[in-house]
Every structure is written in structure tokens, then in C-alpha cells.
């Protein structure tokens, strides 16, 4: 085959790809995602994300609620990332916001429960209780690694006590009539993404999403000054201008290397429960672009799981790094964070990973027929 036909067909993979990319998920995912994010880093006070997901917060309390957060959330790595950069930009510290940065796609409540009903119970099962503590964990080291180190959080939290940041909404008052407006309008916005990402009926889906879509609408007109209108709508566009070129990019490009992955020779690597097979897999997940619940007929059938050609080990690899990350959210990551801090946080989901894989089918053993 000539070259230029090679490069042609990746082209149009990659071409392909993103289209797809663009019609499943702008819509339902990355515009309603772009809103929640700017009503964080406009409306909230820095006291109220910080009581959370600061640096001084009960680790029961930040960890126990960024660890969870996916199971409200029914998100993909590149839908997690607005939300991550607005609690980042908020002065959240860095273990709690990596922490629901991996937890918002990992822990995908519905994703858990067709992992259960078409993969095996067992295997449902360990996914939930590894994302869990995996969220927990990875969050916990990325604190130890850089918090110390790093004076932003100290710093944000002082300025929150004597400050009130442009454009925040004083939460714990009222302004006409509303208490807790901001908390209010943040509610309504993961309404339309919940409903708009729901498997509901059609028309009921959309009667839902538009009911939401003109309840925000309604609280922000009556209840917001227009400056707080205004700092909303240019951090939602300042977050969406930088993160969505990435994404396209990133995308294009999985889908350009998708061509290219030689489905069959990795096929026979995941035959059995060891490092080499596991930490393939967690390669293989954290490179390739997964949307919510496709990671489920990527192992059972794409990689033999449903066959017994892959075994569990490497099975639960791939289901733990491949929702949390893709080559377009490390993009993004990387530009919200860092290379040093994006780099060991993405090192840190591919090792524990591939050492969760190995002890869980070392537990449960070789599943091949």
C-alpha cells in the first residue's frame, strides 16, 4: 500500500474520529461542562470551594467528597476538564482537585453498572471499589508531592479570608429574595448536563434539558447583577477558548494513532495477569479516547474480555486509566497544571492502575478458556 494511502486513510480516521467526537458530545457534554465551570470561577466564593477542596480541609471531608463526585457526574476525561480547571483556578489544592479529576469519569455510577451486567459482577464490583480508592490515593500523593512545595494554596486561602473576588456572589446573604443563589444556578446547570447525557425518551430528554436551560436562564436574570452576568458568561468563554482547541487537536490525533494500534499483537499481550500485560493495557487506556460507557465493549469485545481472551487483570487496568484520561485531556491537563504536576499525575494513574490490575487478577485468577 503507498504511503500516501496510509496517511490519507489515518487522516480521515482522524478526521473521522473528531466528527464523531463533535455531534455526541459538544452538545450534551462540553457546553453545559463549560458553563458549570465558569459559574465556579465567577460566582463561587474562593471560601466556598476551599472549604471542600483546600489545602487545610478535613482530608475526610475533600477527598471523601472528590472521590465520590463521579458518581453524580456522568462525565468522560475531556468533560471532567472545565470543571478541574475552575476548581483549580479557584485555589482548590492540587490532591483534592486530582482526586475529582480522576473520580468524575472513573466513578460513572451508570458506566459501574453496565461494567456489572455485561462484564461480570466481580468485575463491576472491583471497578467501583478501585476508582474509589485509586481517587483517594493518587490525590493523597500528588498533595505530598506538591502541596509542600507550592505556595498557591496557602496564599489563595489568605487572600479568601479578607477578600471577596470580582463578580462572586455572596452566598451565605440574599440578594433578591435568593439565598445561596450561586450554589442554586450551579445545581440547575448539572441538571441540563445530567439530563442532557441521560438515556431518557427523546422528546422527554429535551423537554428536561429545556426546563433546566429556562430555569438558569430565569435565576440568572432575576437574582444576578450584571456584573456577576458578565464575569460568568467571560470566564465560561475564557475556560472554553483555551481547553476546546486542545481537545480537537488531541482527538484528531487519537483517532490518527487509532489507525495505526495493532488491535491483534495487544490482544495477545492481555492473555494473562502480569505487569507486562497489565501496564499495556493502562497504556493503551490512558492514550485512547473513550466516551462514557465505551469502555465496555472496548474490553469485552474489541480486546476478547467477553471471550476470555483478556484476562482480569489487565481487564481492570484499561477500565481504570482509560475513562480518567486520553491523549486529549492530557493536553489540557498539562496546560491547566504544569508538565511536572500534569506528568505525575499521569504517571500515578498508569502505575496504581497496572498494580491494581495485577493484584486483582491475582486474586481472582486466569479467566481464559
Known amino acids: 500500500m503507498a504511503i500516501e494511502t496510509v496517511l490519507m486513510a ?6 473521522q474520529t473528531l466528527l464523531e467526537y463533535l455531534s455526541a458530545h459538544v452538545l450534551t457534554c462540553l457546553v453545559p461542562a463549560f458553563f458549570i465551570a465558569g459559574a465556579i470561577a465567577a460566582l463561587l466564593h474562593k471560601e466556598t470551594v476551599l472549604k471542600y477542596f483546600g489545602k487545610d480541609a478535613p482530608k475526610w471531608i475533600c477527598y471523601g467528597v472528590a472521590a465520590t463526585s463521579g458518581t453524580i457526574l456522568a462525565v468522560c476525561s475531556c468533560t471532567i476538564l472545565p470543571m478541574f480547571a475552575g476548581i483549580e483556578k479557584k485555589g482548590a489544592g492540587i490532591g483534592p482537585a486530582t482526586a475529582f479529576l480522576f473520580s468524575g469519569p472513573a466513578i460513572n455510577l451508570l458506566a459501574i453498572v453496565l461494567t456489572a451486567r455485561v462484564l461480570g459482577l466481580d468485575l463491576g464490583i472491583a471497578r467501583a471499589v478501585a476508582a474509589v480508592l485509586m481517587a483517594v490515593v493518587i490525590g493523597l500523593i500528588m ?3 506538591f502541596e ?12 479568601a479570608a479578607v477578600t471577596t473576588p470580582t463578580g462572586a456572589s455572596e452566598d451565605s446573604g440574599e440578594l433578591g ?7 442554586v444556578l450551579l445545581a440547575l446547570l448539572i441538571g441540563v448536563l445530567l ?3 441521560s438515556s431518557l425518551q427523546f422528546v422527554l430528554k429535551w423537554t428536561v434539558v429545556a426546563a433546566f436551560v429556562l430555569a438558569s436562564a430565569f435565576v440568572l436574570r432575576r437574582y444576578f447583577s450584571e456584573d456577576e452576568r458578565s464575569t460568568f458568561f467571560n470566564e465560561t468563554w475564557d475556560l472554553a477558548k483555551k481547553i476546546f482547541p486542545l481537545l480537537l487537536i488531541g482527538t484528531f490525533i487519537t483517532g490518527v494513532i487509532g489507525y495505526f494500534l495493532p488491535v491483534d499483537l495487544i490482544r495477545s499481550v492481555f492473555g494473562s495477569n502480569g505487569f507486562v500485560a497489565c501496564f499495556v493495557a493502562s497504556i493503551v487506556g490512558a492514550l485512547l479516547y473513550m466516551p462514557t460507557l465505551l469502555e465496555v465493549p472496548i474490553v469485552g469485545t474489541l480486546f476478547g474480555y467477553s471471550a476470555g481472551v483478556m484476562a482480569p487483570g489487565p481487564a481492570l487496568a484499561l477500565l481504570l486509566s482509560g475513562p480518567s484520561l486520553s491523549l486529549p485531556s492530557m493536553i489540557v491537563i498539562t496546560r491547566v497544571i504544569g508538565p511536572k504536576k500534569a506528568g505525575a499525575y499521569i504517571c500515578l494513574v498508569v502505575i496504581v492502575s497496572t498494580l491494581v490490575g495485577m493484584l486483582y487478577g491475582a486474586v481472582v485468577g486466569y479467566r481464559i478458556m
Open 143 to 145: 498533595s505530598a508531592i
Open 10 to 15: 489515518a487522516l480521515n480516521e482522524g478526521l
Open 177 to 183: 429574595g435568593m439565598k445561596h443563589k450561586s450554589i
Open 148 to 159: 509542600r512545595s507550592s505556595p498557591k494554596c496557602e496564599a489563595v486561602q489568605k487572600a
Open 195 to 197: 439530563s442532557a447525557t
